[in-house]
């Protein structure tokens, strides 16, 4: 298994373009999940899913967008990219028992 | 006040020393996480615990609901232990449909061999 892919690992933007992160899981989990994490604090939740078709908002849910038409896969949508979203990128899954199993982050750069 | 307090905020050992890190938290707690994160990489989930002790390896988990504190003991660390050490608890109101987990900043531990 490969357990939970992210891409890009890095990316540049300008101000006001827009780009999805990718986030794929082989493990057949129900709850998938988006974090940033800026330096000095904690991982802040985006946005959350209990399975396909169904999405909801975490703490810092603006400017960002998501889906999830798959078991499998869980895009985050970055709409009019700001210096404020300059950040690393954390997707997780979960089978639905509280264990997480997380990516390799995606470290991403507004200018 | 933060929800989540982890201490001491940097830690530098030598190899082969017995390391603890401590993580307190203020709110009631159905489980609590101990992540690892190496530099530029990934996090890895260490531990999920609600009470007692759990042991893997070199590492040792341990909480004490009461005192709402956690502590995460290293073992003959090594320089392959230095990471950014991270606690994470899931609040009461975990229903199971929302992770409502609540992260610490991280501790930065450096093994010198």
């Known amino acids: 298994n490969a357990g939970v892919t992210q891409t890009p690992k890095f990316r540049i933007l300008k101000i006001g373009q827009s780009m999805t992160l990718q986030c794929t899981q082989d493990?057949?989990?129900?709850?998938m999940y988006w974090y940033r994490q800026d330096p000095g604090m904690g991982l802040k939740l985006i946005y959350y899913s209990v399975g396909a078709g169904i999405t909801d908002k975490g703490e810092v849910p603006n400017g960002y967008n998501v889906s999830r038409s798959t078991t499998e896969d869980f895009p985050l949508r970055l709409e009019l990219a700001a210096p404020s979203q300059t950040s690393v990128y954390f997707c997780?899954?979960?089978?639905?028992?509280?264990?997480?199993?997380f990516g390799e982050g995606s470290r991403l750069t507004v200018l | 006040k933060n929800e989540v307090e982890q201490s001491p905020q940097n830690l530098t050992a030598q190899e082969g020393e017995f390391i603890t890190i401590n993580c307190s938290y203020s709110?009631?707690?159905?489980?609590l996480h101990w992540l690892q994160q190496h530099p530029g990489g990934g996090i890895v989930s260490l531990f999920m615990?609600?009470?007692g002790k759990k042991k893997h390896g070199r590492l040792i988990a341990t909480i004490n609901i009461q005192e709402k504190h956690s502590s995460l003991h290293i073992t003959a660390s090594h320089p392959r232990d230095s990471a950014v050490y991270i606690c994470?608890?899931?609040?009461?109101?975990?229903?199971?449909?929302?992770?409502?987990?609540?992260f610490g900043k991280g501790i930065t531990l450096s093994v010198r061999p």
């Open positions: 493990m057949n989990h129900n709850y």
């Open positions: 994470a608890v899931r609040s009461l109101s975990y229903t199971g449909a929302n992770s409502k987990l609540t």
């Open positions: 997780a899954s979960s089978p639905g028992n509280g264990e997480l199993f």
């Open positions: 615990l609600s009470s």
């Open positions: 709110v009631g707690i159905s489980a």
